[in-house]
């Protein structure tokens, strides 16, 4: 194979297969709504004690034109999108300022189960993102002030320093404020894809979209 070094062809993955059979989703079952339907697997998510169900997967254009993808945590839902929270000065956020068009993907493989979003990030409110930070870990705000998200460090002691520099600022501080450059986005979507394994990889895809009326339309989608 062409540009392939052969000692990185072994071992194979193509005999690594699971059956997914944990069940099923058809429109019966499934909300007329995605918002609701989202809520509902969130919720039985967290029910099977899965490991950090709000982890999701957010891509976004960079001004390189290439697709970067990195994994934050989903913070609220609401009737308008799905919100996290981030320093704006970051990659992501530089990227999100540039071309507000992404998508992102939550994905509980022990429910053999996944949901693909896109839609329009867009900034929060200050407002929202203060009452946020106030209820961060302390230590979590501390590194919020530190850290230079995204941008080159010498060493690992260079940040280390940076936080006690911070932790000196806010010693005598009961409430550290939310730093200028750090706070939230709300992905606004217009479509939705609601996926859950099936044995034989005949999986159920729903995918929900905005139709000229303002409604979400479903449809199934072949797997």
Known sequence: MSGVDPEFTQPSFEGERNNYDVGGLDEAAAAAD??????????????AQVREPTAMTVSSLGIDERVHSRTVLLRQLTSSGLVFFTNRDSHK??????????????????????????????????????????????????????SPQSQVLRSREELEARVEAAERQFADVDIVP??????????????????????????????????????????????
Not at 34 to 44: A, G, H, I, S, T
Not at 105 to 115: C, K, N, T
């Open 34 to 47: 995605p918002f609701v339907q989202l809520r509902r697997w969130l919720d039985e998510a967290a029910e």
């Open 93 to 146: 956020g530089e990227q999100l300022a540039a071309h507000a068009l992404c998508a992102a993907q939550l994905l509980w493989l022990d429910l053999h189960r996944q949901v693909r979003v896109e839609g329009i990030a867009r900034l929060l409110d200050d407002r929202v993102a203060d009452d946020y930070f106030a209820g961060r870990p302390r230590g979590s705000q501390i590194g919020a002030w530190a």
């Open 178 to 223: 939310r730093p200028p450059n750090w706070g939230g986005y709300c992905i606004e979507p217009d479509y939705f894809e609601f996926w859950q394994g099936r044995p034989s990889r005949l999986h159920d895809r729903l995918r929900y979209v905005v139709g000229p009326d303002g409604h979400w339309k479903r449809d199934r989608l072949a797997p």
